[in-house]
């Protein structure tokens, strides 16, 4: 069975769902969020992250890699990502975490066992395990999902799965009966907007949180929020228009807004920000927007994870 790859296993986490959470990353996502803050999770492919300004100069990097790919100028660390194969052997060596591997091959039973480390958190607080990424539903193989899922059901842990709904349908049918609770992001429910600030339409990903609906699952919506891109009150309405119209009633509606908390990944990983200029919305709009989906019965409505 070919294996996903993950980038981090976060235990203790409390903003995955209900509890305390293992969540598990998965590498690999269809969407390109301007402001995703894992931008390691896009690719499936194990990635180098360098963070030049922990970098004392030392030179064990360049001596190490087998690609040539790694330099020291004026003090710093630099790297050829045209030759490099994200080995990891530099990120071993390097004794101040300047350079980091994200992604590596976990089995369903290895990671399984991992998971299982934690149960005792699962049922003193009503945790359990969250499948995140990326996107889990397309950066792991189906059978591989599935399997995952049979196993923690049969161990008796909840599971919930954090996705963008970007998804095969097949996909999700399939792990819907293994799956408590999903946490599904609405970006934007305007075609241009979803457009220009994922690359894709958001045409399957609505039809998908209505395949849910009507097939019984429980499912929180997540809506990120982004002053310049998302977050006028027309597009709050139209997410808000959506729900009534298809009779779509979430068990929570969490308000997220912006944060760049992520930003600094895009430089250790080459490449550019483009969420820069993009701002959180204000406490007073965010608690509006609260209160146009309490007015129309959807609650409860939180602001933050």
Known sequence: MPEPLVFNIQRFSTHDGDGVRTTVFFKGCPLRCAWCHNPESQLRETELLLYAHKCTGCGRCASVCPQGANSISGGRAGVDRTKCIACGACAELCPNGAREIAGRAIAVRELVRELL???????????????????????????????????????????????????????LARVLPYTDVFLYDIKAADEQTHRKWTGAPPERILENLVFLNRNGARFDLRLPLM?????????????????KREGIRPRKIHLLPYHDTGAGKYAALGRPYAASALRAPSGAVLEHFRKLFLAEGYGPVTIGG
């Open 227 to 243: 002053d310049g891109a998302n977050a006028a009150e027309e597009d709050i309405l139209r997410v808000l228009a959506f729900l």
């Open 117 to 171: 480390k934690d149960r005792i958190l699962y049922e003193q607080s009503g945790g359990g395990v969250t499948l995140s990424g990326g996107e889990p539903m397309w950066a792991a193989p189906e059978e591989y999902l599935v399997t995952l899922l049979r196993a923690l059901q049969h161990e008796g842990i909840s599971v919930y799965i954090d996705t963008c709904g970007f998804v095969d349908r097949q996909v």
